[in-house]
């Protein structure tokens, strides 16, 4: 990601004609939007993230709540492993929100659950460049996620998605309720972002980077 370059750059010294940005690739055949569409239902809300501090949960918790009120039926589905569950588990409980947030194991395939979501959230305090945005973008879902480290380099807020502060249930709560009320915005963001990933992070485009880097570097050395 661009951000870590700046810290090699900043923190390090390193010179920056000698760093090079290749984002991450995920593959776009095996991630991809529902064919079918999504089912009939009430809105999912999907977060995939370890179950630690960084992840920020509860903030994303915190703005649910409310949100949960005005959508009585949405559901937040929590996916990942980590030692934050318990406690996670028991402020579910504390928020009045038993049954309307689910928990599920990390170590899966996650197609099925991107395709029965309405849009992907993730609340981190800190972050580098996260494939799980990557993937929700090339299955074809809105992002609202944190304005954190590298996330701004894929998700383009107004336009993929939504940015927010971190640390900051009422903001995420509010973009996370423009998208509930508004799901042709939502569809609209989710294609976009799609194309997006297409463009800009397939593995297709991550190759094409890793080539004209050796390219450079070979044409610098025979012709030094």
């Known amino acids: 990601s661009h951000i870590l370059k700046e810290f090699l750059t900043y923190r390090y010294g390193l010179p920056p ?6 984002p991450n690739g995920v593959d776009t055949d095996f991630f991809h939007p529902n064919p079918n569409g999504r089912p009939q239902g009430q809105p999912v809300l999907l977060s995939v993230a370890r179950l630690v501090p960084d992840k920020d949960h509860d903030t994303l918790l915190k703005a649910f709540g409310p949100l949960s009120q005005r959508h009585p039926g949405a559901e937040l589905w929590l996916v990942g492993n980590g030692p934050r569950k318990p406690a996670l588990e028991q402020k579910v409980q504390d928020l009045g929100l038993p049954g309307r947030v689910k928990f599920f194991p990390g170590n899966q395939d996650l197609r099925p659950l991107y395709h029965q979501a309405d849009l992907f959230v993730l609340s981190s305090r800190e972050e580098a460049l996260p494939n799980v945005i990557l993937e929700a973008m090339a299955a074809g879902l809105p992002v609202v996620a944190t304005r954190v480290g ?7 807020s107004e336009d993929t998605g939504l940015l927010v502060s971190p640390r ?9 309720g423009r998208l509930l009320d508004d799901p042709e915005a939502g569809r609209t963001m989710g294609r976009q972002g799609r194309q997006r990933v297409l463009d800009h992070f397939s593995f297709a ?10 390219t450079r570097l070979l044409w610098s050395e025979v012709h030094a």
Not at 150 to 156: F, H, I, L, N, S
């Open 168 to 176: 900051d249930p009422n903001g995420l709560a509010a973009a996370l």
């Open 150 to 156: 590298g996330v701004p380099e894929a998700v383009v």
């Open 17 to 22: 004609p000698r760093i090079t940005v290749v």
């Open 205 to 214: 485009a991550m190759v094409r980077s890793h080539e004209e880097v050796w």
